[in-house]
């Protein structure tokens, strides 16, 4: 049983990890197709770069 998790837990993060990379890898045009909100929000925000408030910046 106890393997099972681990194996799973592996996958799972093996299925993050290729979600963050298509991230970091597609432009900004290709996320907006898939997501329609990304259009929102700049880039370096979807990417998880930079804060989208000021507020979250100073704190």
């Known amino acids: 049983m ?4 681990w194996i799973l ?3 799972l993060a ?4 290729g979600s963050g990379a298509v991230k970091l ?3 900004r045009d290709q996320q907006i197709d898939r ?3 990304v259009e929102d929000f700049p880039q ?3 990417r998880g770069s930079a804060p989208w408030r000021s ?3 100073s704190a």
């Open 2 to 5: 106890n393997m099972l998790l």
């Open 44 to 46: 370096n925000v979807i």
């Open 25 to 27: 890898i597609s432009t």
């Open 14 to 17: 093996a299925v993050f990890a």
């Open 55 to 57: 507020s979250e910046r």
């Open 35 to 37: 997501t329609p909100y």
């Open 9 to 11: 837990a592996f996958a």
